[in-house]
């Protein structure tokens, strides 16, 4: 395993719940992002913090709401979710600009 | 046309084969170049990580990026079936963002 943990590793959700995807890092890191990977597809950058702000939002839906509270704790809200947002969830860390970490991902499914 | 393009495979090998996965690239401003490794079900491992062109070498593992052709490889000697992975290449520039752009993968199956 990495100095990346993801909370939970699957998750299988309804659209019309809520949930929270949680991602801790150790590696002294400063800078989190938010990265979806479906079938077929190259990774998709959704979100990157830098020193708990929020740098770059790929034009994401509002149904995803990132919360950065400190350096080592990213959260992906979710609510209404549609079908094709299932999809493998990767965080990721790394010193600003530098070599990125990845957790072990969280497995999506929106029935 | 995708700033990144990677022939996702399937690429199947026997054991012991020297296997080549390549990535091509439009942005002649990349200079930071990386290969992930993903097992199913896991997250991308770093593999190797190099600057600008050249080769760099670690174990079975051999990187070289070609900037004037906006190339780059990953050969494996001797390979073996635990390097049976999706191998993702990526690669940014040195701006202040350093946004990684991902190409596809490549799933690689080594038989024994």
């Known amino acids: 395993e990495t100095g990346v943990t993801q909370t939970p590793r699957h998750l299988v959700m309804g659209m019309t719940n809520k949930k929270s995807l949680k991602c801790e890092q150790h590696?002294?890191?400063?800078?989190m992002y938010w990265y979806k990977q479906s079938a077929k597809k190259p990774l998709e950058l959704m979100f990157v913090?830098?020193?708990?702000?929020?740098?770059e939002n790929n034009s994401v839906p509002s149904r995803f709401s990132p919360e950065c509270p400190n350096s080592s704790h990213l959260f992906l809200h979710l609510h209404t979710l549609q079908p094709e947002d299932s999809a493998l969830y990767l965080c990721?860390?790394?010193?600003?600009?530098?070599?990125?970490?990845f957790g072990p991902g969280t497995r999506l499914t929106v029935l | 046309q995708k700033e990144v393009e990677q022939d996702p495979g399937p690429l199947s090998v026997p054991e012991g084969a020297i296997v080549s996965l390549n990535c091509t690239y439009s942005n002649s401003a990349f200079q930071y170049f990386m290969w992930y490794r993903q097992y199913s079900r896991k997250g991308p491992e770093l593999l190797m990580y190099?600057?600008?062109?050249g080769n760099k070498e670690d174990g079975r593992f051999t990187a070289q990026v070609d900037k004037s052709s906006k190339y780059i490889s990953l050969f494996i000697r001797d390979s073996q079936p635990s390097d049976s992975a999706t191998y993702l290449c990526?690669?940014?520039?040195?701006?202040?963002?350093?946004?990684?752009?991902f190409g596809q993968g490549t799933t690689l199956q080594v038989k024994p």
């Open positions: 913090y830098n020193f708990k702000e929020q740098t």
């Open positions: 990526a690669m940014r520039s040195s701006s202040n963002t350093g946004k990684l752009i």
């Open positions: 190099t600057y600008s062109s």
């Open positions: 590696l002294g890191h400063n800078a």
């Open positions: 990721a860390s790394s010193h600003p600009q530098d070599t990125q970490y």
